[in-house]
Every structure is written in C-alpha cells, then in structure tokens.
C-alpha cells in the first residue's frame, strides 16, 4: 500500500527566469499559498524539468536573454504531453507590445504561436499572480493533460 503525503497532493508550478531575485519572490510567495514551485534559470533548464516534472503550471518570463522566453513557449505548445500545460507569461512589456510581437513571430516563421493562457507585467501584483495560478492550475486543462500524458 502506497500513502500519499501533502507534497505529493501539492500541485507543482514552474517558474521559468533568469533573475535569481525574481524566482526567490515567485517561489516564495507561491510556498506561502500552498504551491511546490520548481525553478529554472534559462530555457534549456526549463523545458527539462516540464519534460521531469510536468508542472501543473508554468510560470515563464517572455524577455529570458536571446529569445529563449518564446522558444521555450514554442517549444512547450509543440510539444504533445506538454501543450496542454497552462503557462503565466511574465514580461516587462505590455501584453498589447507583447502580443504584436508574438504575432509578428507568427509570420516570420510561418506558424501560429497561441496566446498564452495569462499574461502578466513585472513586477506582478501579488494578489493577481496567486488568483491566476490557482484558476490555472485548477482547470479543466489539467484533466485534458493527463488524459494526454496517458494517451487515455
């Protein structure tokens, strides 16, 4: 018989940005509302550990050096058991600036590159980020990934 402690019950959040100061605020402040957070510095990092960890959200800043922020997405929203992962962009551009620049992607490569399922400004309000990651990581998105990951 296998028992289930409250870490394993604990949903897990990725949080994805290569300021150290950043990642200590999210992980904190997610710890204190009940969270596991995970961290990356960089995207390499990050889409390593959701392949590991399949986070039940991920918390990605868009500006990581190099474009990483929207390669890490890309490859996140292309990938079969990991598409379905809801991600809370962060970003010191407004989403308006963001979201054209998102587009303009889309055209430059030839795909579409969906809008994130939230969108937030640095420095995030702290109210606002827990709101988004507790609707993010309680929807009905969590029984479709799982069904995915389970090819059920």
Not at 15 to 26: A, G, S
């Amino acid at each position: 018989m296998t028992f289930l402690t409250m870490t394993d019950l604990k949903k897990k959040i990725l949080i994805v940005d290569e300021e150290p100061n950043m990642r200590i605020f999210l992980s904190n402040l997610l710890h204190s509302d009940g969270f596991d957070s995970i961290e990356a510095i960089d995207s390499d990092e990050g889409l390593r550990k959701a392949r590991k960890y399949c986070p039940d959200v991920i918390i990605l800043d868009a500006m990581i050096p190099s474009e990483a922020g929207l390669r890490i997405y890309r490859c996140l929203k292309c990938d079969a058991k990991l598409k379905l992962i809801p991600v809370l962009m962060l970003a010191t551009l407004n989403e308006k600036t963001f979201t054209c620049y998102r587009l303009s992607q889309n055209i430059q490569r030839g795909c579409v590159l969906p809008k994130p399922e939230a969108y937030l400004e640095k420095p995030p309000e702290t109210a606002k980020l827990l709101n988004i990651v507790r609707r993010l990581s309680c929807s009905d998105i969590e029984s479709d990934r799982y069904k995915v990951a389970n090819k059920i």
